[in-house]
């Protein structure tokens, strides 16, 4: 039975963000919580906070979206301690064949990790620690032998740079974003082959320049910025997950002829997260 698990999970493998998605890592908001403001949008909901309850509706179909498309779906369990652990994303990342285990940039998450690492050793996936302070798997975006890093204050120029040594193969690019821009997930993502999605406002010219000379970019107006319009996530196929709520982008992204998945998260994303932060992708192939 042990050799049957270990067969089915063996293969990890990701070399973009885009294509056909066949295993992810989830994790239920049950314990989500605003409880030490960690980034600039829970400012914002500090007050209402959380409905956990609505928070777990919203997930659910999430979840269930995923299993539609025949995705193999690895749900993590979450823990009374750990209010941000719905957010697998930043726990890991797999780049090509490799997963590696997040160096976690805020005290309040380090531990998270250590739930991930269990149900990776109960599955006998292998994996490495990244040992340098700090890289969030929010700041790490792939594309074939390019490795787009977001510079924030969860990820260092230090990071990056181990990151080049750990993976010599790839051209690892540092991208500074704005301060109070979360990670470079919720300003800048990879939907398909040339085509990304953006928030010009979180980039300087010249960082913004350097995208816009290896994608189309569609942008994201202002008033889509705080309900996340970059944070969907591609499953494959030009199929992509996004909030109904996000108008003027999920229309960009149909004349693109992308199928629009339309999922309400609206009271996930007051923690400052939404679809991709939400999914830590094991293999697309």
């Known amino acids: 039975m042990q050799a049957e698990l270990e067969s089915e999970y063996a293969e990890i493998s990701c070399r973009n963000e885009y294509d056909p998605l066949q295993r992810v890592v989830v994790?239920?908001?049950?314990?989500m919580e605003i409880k030490k403001i960690i980034n600039e949008t829970q400012k914002l909901y500090k007050e209402e906070n959380i409905d956990v309850d609505i928070a777990m509706d919203q997930h659910r179909e999430f979840v269930q979206v995923l299993k539609d498309h025949q995705i193999d779906v690895i749900e993590l369990t979450p823990e009374p301690k750990f209010h941000e652990?719905?957010?697998?994303?930043?726990?890991?990342?797999v780049i090509g064949p490799e997963l590696i285990v997040s160096q976690m940039g805020q005290a309040v998450r380090i531990h998270e990790v250590d739930v991930l690492k269990r149900a990776l050793d109960d599955r006998s996936i292998s994996y490495l620690q990244f040992e340098q302070k700090s890289m969030e798997g929010g700041d790490v975006i792939i594309d074939g032998d390019k490795v787009w890093v977001g510079i924030s204050?969860?990820?260092?120029?230090?990071?990056?740079?181990?990151?080049?040594?750990?993976?010599?193969?790839?051209?690892?690019?540092?991208?500074?974003?704005?301060?109070?821009?979360?990670?470079?997930?919720?300003?800048?993502?990879?939907?398909?082959?040339?085509?990304?999605?953006?928030?010009?406002?979180?980039?300087?010219?010249?960082?913004?320049?350097?995208?816009?000379?290896?994608?189309?970019?569609?942008e994201i107006p202002k008033e889509e910025e705080l309900t996340l319009g970059t944070n969907v996530l591609a499953i494959g196929n030009n199929k992509i997950i996004s909030m109904p709520q996000n108008k003027q982008v999920n229309q960009q992204l149909r004349e693109k002829g992308y199928t629009v998945i339309e999922v309400?998260?609206?009271?996930?994303?007051?923690?400052?997260?939404?679809?991709?932060?939400?999914?830590l992708p094991l293999l697309r192939r």
């Open 153 to 218: 204050d969860r990820t260092t120029y230090q990071a990056v740079e181990a990151l080049q040594e750990l993976l010599p193969s790839h051209q690892v690019t540092a991208v500074p974003i704005e301060k109070r821009i979360l990670h470079l997930d919720c300003a800048f993502n990879i939907v398909g082959r040339e085509t990304a999605l953006i928030y010009p406002e979180a980039f300087e010219q010249k960082e913004y320049q350097l995208l816009a000379s290896h994608y189309h970019l569609i």
């Open 85 to 93: 652990q719905v957010f697998t994303r930043d726990i890991g990342y």
């Open 264 to 279: 309400d998260f609206s009271e996930i994303i007051k923690s400052g997260g939404s679809f991709r932060c939400c999914s």
């Open 27 to 31: 994790c239920s908001p049950k314990y």
